[in-house]
Nanobody, 124 residues
């Protein structure tokens, strides 16, 4: 069982930065990702970190967002730079036990555990 708690959301002007954190407790042998859901839209994968520290990003955030995880594997971070109004969404942390992992790291159905989300609002 994994418990996930996000923090770090807020309001920022376009071009600004925010840093999201996800505190994870429980089993640490899991892969993790960040997703976001804007009003009226499907939840989409933003970034993920899987085996060997391999990272992957959605095309829309490449070069602007960076996902990382501490060595103790208790905190997942998403550094978001050069934010745009279209980045406005509720951001969710997700996790899947590494032994269960299969398929696309940016696909919602890949993950089993989810946090409650943290709101990010970017104004123009």
């Amino acid at each position: 069982q994994v418990q996930l708690v996000e923090s770090g959301g807020g309001s920022v002007q376009a071009g600004g930065s925010l840093r999201l954190s996800c505190a994870a407790s429980g089993n640490r042998n899991y892969y993790m990702g960040w997703f976001r859901e804007a009003p009226g839209k499907e939840r989409e994968g933003v970034a993920a970190i899987i085996g060997g520290g391999t990272t992957t990003y959605a095309d829309s955030v490449k070069g602007r967002f960076t996902i990382s995880r501490d060595n103790a594997k208790t905190t997942l971070t998403l550094q978001m730079n050069s934010l745009k109004p279209e980045d406005t969404a509720m951001y969710y942390c997700a996790a899947i036990p590494s032994s269960w992992y299969y398929g696309d790291p940016l696909k919602r159905t890949t993950y089993t555990y989810w946090g409650q989300g943290t709101q990010v609002t970017v104004s123009s």
